[in-house]
């Protein structure tokens, strides 16, 4: 089983736990696991064309990835907002 990480800010403000157990070989199997449970993470992470929202990354075992990125048995999936004010990618790979 995999675990999806959402950032406190996205769990405090959709009412959700911080960390969840999801399964599925993709990260879009993975996101369509975690929606079954909690349906209004989907307007915060995906469009209306079921794409990643252009200020949401998805990193899968601190590699950067996308919806069809595959994801191993116990992966840990982490999804970050854009923050304003950019840093390096080698500031953000030590926030993951």
């Known amino acids: 089983m995999s675990t999806i990480r959402l950032p406190r800010l996205l769990a405090e403000t959709t009412n ?9 070989g993709t990260v879009a199997e993975a996101f369509d696991d975690l929606f079954s449970g909690l349906p209004g993470l989907r307007n915060h992470l995906l469009d ?26 116990e992966a840990d999936i982490r999804i970050l907002h854009a923050v304003s004010g950019g840093r390096s990618d080698s500031a953000l790979s030590r926030l993951i």
């Open 48 to 73: 209306e064309t079921g794409a990643l929202r252009p200020h949401v990354s998805v990193f899968v075992d601190g590699h950067q990835a996308d919806l069809v990125s595959e994801v191993g048995g």
């Open 16 to 24: 959700a736990n911080v960390s969840h157990n999801v399964t599925g």
